[in-house]
């Protein structure tokens, strides 16, 4: 009987995770982008995320927490790329890159390109907590448990993430 609804309880965790990344992999895919900025990096990291969350789903503890659970997998796959190949990416748009984009698209590509330069200055874990934040728009309390760190030291990070991008930022400008 155990083993029943261990099997069973193992194929509840399974379907949750399939379902969770179905649902979510626009997500997911903007969460990879934002770390590598390659359309193709970015859907093999997902596609290997999915893979591992899949293979692994047995190890999910709650289901209520899937999502923050491929989130960290997730996380974890894009630094795991940036780990292997340190390399900058850099995707001009044609236009603009060819400066045929107007002067109002040229500067948004420039404050684009100074946002990107300075979020690549900061430590992985607080380029993490910026992204999910902003870019993802997660409460602290989510960015807490998908980065497995205390809600008091997500918020200490975060201000100092923002203050040395400003630094940076003004910097690029001045």
């Known amino acids: 009987m155990e083993k029943r609804s261990k099997k069973k309880l193992s194929e509840e ?10 649902e979510n992999y626009g997500k997911y895919y903007r969460l990879a982008y934002s770390y590598c900025r390659s359309e193709a990096d970015a859907q093999d990291i997902v596609q290997e995320g999915a893979y591992l969350a899949i293979r692994n789903s047995d190890s999910l503890k709650s289901l209520e927490y899937a999502d923050t659970w491929i989130y960290r997998i997730m996380i974890n796959e894009a630094l ?7 390399r900058e990416t850099v995707e ?36 993490t907590i ?45």
Do not use: C
């Open 13 to 22: 965790k399974e379907r949750k995770v399939e379902e969770t990344l179905l």
């Open 80 to 86: 795991g790329f940036l780990r292997k190949n340190k």
């Open 92 to 127: 001009w748009d044609e236009a603009v890159g060819n400066g045929q984009g107007g002067e109002e698209m040229q500067e948004e590509h420039i404050r684009r390109q100074e946002l990107k330069t300075a979020l690549d200055a900061l430590e992985p874990l607080d380029r």
């Open 130 to 174: 910026i992204i999910l934040r902003f870019f993802e728009d997660l409460k602290l309390e989510q960015i807490a448990e998908v980065t497995e760190e205390n809600l008091n030291t997500v918020k200490s990070r975060l201000y100092r993430a923002l203050k040395k991008l400003r630094l940076l930022l003004g910097e690029a400008a001045g």
